[in-house]
């Protein structure tokens, strides 16, 4: 069966670290993942697509990398509105379990 | 692109309900379809996909609905189906069809699905 599993589950980090959350498939899917943002009571927000492509109106401090089975979400200079539970997504198949980021 | 759920409402454990998403504005036929559910509080969960018929037109689903949901289409019709049975109170959700079409993912707005007693 088709596997993500992202790390770590959680993190805690200063205003103005950089964070970087990895996502591993289980098998090669070249550039076909996706990164949303999840806080409590809203819908899932997209970040990134494509592995790599920032989506339209998301701040650039958010920026993907990675293709084949690893793949890296990096937030820089992290800010207190990014306190959220992050999560990758293969195309037209699951989601990662989560990375929770919160700050210290 | 334009997807539009509909079918949600209010159900009690055991029972049925079918799930439409009528899709627009991109070649129907050609695509993967999926249906993402988001239960309150939790984050999103993949409930399932439909491959086109090029491609096999083949269902995979995830493992809490596997046996209990079928994901059809009618390509004549832009449509994509969800049948739920044997519903259970842990299916309670926003469910959402989406689709990736090689830029970002297209979803639509949800039909929320209550299952209780």
């Known amino acids: 069966d088709f596997r993500l599993t992202q790390s770590p589950s959680s993190l805690s980090a200063s205003v103005g670290d950089t964070v970087t959350i990895t996502c591993r498939a289980s098998q090669d899917i070249s550039s076909f993942l996706d990164w949303f943002q999840h806080k409590p009571g809203r819908l899932p927000k997209l970040l990134i697509y494509g592995a790599s492509t920032l989506q339209s109106g998301v701040p650039p401090r958010f920026s993907g990398s990675g293709s084949g089975t690893n793949f890296t979400l990096t937030i820089s200079t992290l800010q207190p509105e990014d306190v959220a539970t992050y999560y990758c997504?293969?195309?037209?198949?699951?989601f990662g379990p989560g990375a929770t980021v919160d700050i210290k | 692109v334009q997807l539009v759920e509909s079918g949600g409402g209010s159900e009690k454990p055991g029972g049925s309900l079918r799930l439409s998403c009528v899709a627009s504005g991109f070649t129907f036929r050609n695509a993967w379809m999926s249906w993402v559910r988001q239960a309150p509080g939790k984050g999103p969960e993949w409930v399932g996909r439909?491959?086109?018929?090029?491609?096999?037109?083949?269902?995979e689903y995830a493992a809490p609905v596997k046996g209990r949901f079928t994901i059809s289409r009618d390509d004549s019709k832009n449509m994509l189906y969800l049948q739920m049975n044997s519903l259970k109170i842990e299916d309670t959700a926003l469910y959402f069809c989406t689709t990736n079409l090689g830029g970002p993912p297209s979803w639509g707005q949800g039909t929320l699905v209550t299952v209780s007693s």
């Open positions: 997504q293969a195309h037209n198949n699951i």
């Open positions: 439909i491959k086109n018929k090029i491609d096999g037109g083949t269902t």
